[in-house]
């Protein structure tokens, strides 16, 4: 049973614009949720978290809203640059530490 | 700063053969290290939690008596992938916590 879902295996926007990606989880013992990059061949990269406590953390073009009673959150980068593209795996976790990763999205930028 | 590392990043062995794998936090000490496996086109799967001084604790479905983990310091972990099989080929990322998790660069493991 997968307790992070990430529906979208794709997603293609124009640079720029404004790059939507969404995650939703079924265990309501998260209590916080991250956003990872990761290139071909490489480990994922951090990039911003939030705990339950929040509904919104905001990084520079990055925000991660959270809708815990939809058990949802997003991933907004805008604008959108090409060096952007890339797979992104959102990852949820609990008191231990352990975190649960859904199955990714890949974004590309177009030019 | 949060620099975690993996060595080696590619590997190829022969089946039969034991390899393995370091996993060291290069600027900060992580008494709880993870090791994942990822298999292409799908997510990270955490095969076991690594803990400084104490055994590992292993995820379901996960052999422990074939991919052993040893933590002997809090800056050092290591994953052997014994008697390797054609099956076990794949990325293995390890990560450390430090406030958030941190992750190695990853290693291509192929068993031929």
């Known amino acids: 049973d997968q307790q992070v879902k990430q529906n979208s295996p794709s997603l293609s926007v124009q640079e720029g614009r404004i790059s939507i990606l969404n995650c939703d989880y079924t265990n309501s013992m998260f209590d916080y949720f991250l956003w990872y990059k990761k290139y071909p061949a490489e480990g994922p990269t951090f990039l911003i978290s939030?705990?339950?406590?929040?509904d919104k953390n905001e990084d520079g073009r990055f925000t991660v809203f959270l809708n815990k009673s939809a058990k949802h959150l997003s991933l907004h980068i805008v604008p959108s640059q090409p060096g952007d593209s890339a797979v992104y795996f959102c990852?949820?976790?609990?008191?231990?530490?352990?975190?649960?990763f859904g199955k990714g999205t890949l974004l590309t930028v177009n030019p | 700063g949060a620099v975690v590392s993996q060595h080696p990043s590619w590997v190829i062995c022969k089946s039969g053969t034991s390899v393995k794998i370091e996993c060291r936090s290069l600027d900060f000490q992580a008494t709880t290290m993870f090791w994942y496996r990822q298999f292409p086109k799908q997510s990270l799967m955490l095969m076991a939690t690594s803990n400084e001084g104490s055994k590992a604790t292993y995820e379901q479905g996960v052999e422990k008596d074939k991919f052993l983990i040893n933590h002997a310091s809090l800056t050092l972990s290591t994953l052997t992938v014994t008697s390797a099989h054609p099956e076990d080929s794949s990325f293995y990322i390890c990560?450390?916590?430090?406030?958030?998790?941190?992750f190695g660069p990853g290693t291509r493991l192929t068993v031929t």
């Open positions: 990560s450390a916590s430090y406030y958030e998790q941190y």
């Open positions: 939030i705990s339950s406590i929040k």
């Open positions: 990852a949820s976790g609990g008191s231990n530490y352990k975190l649960t």
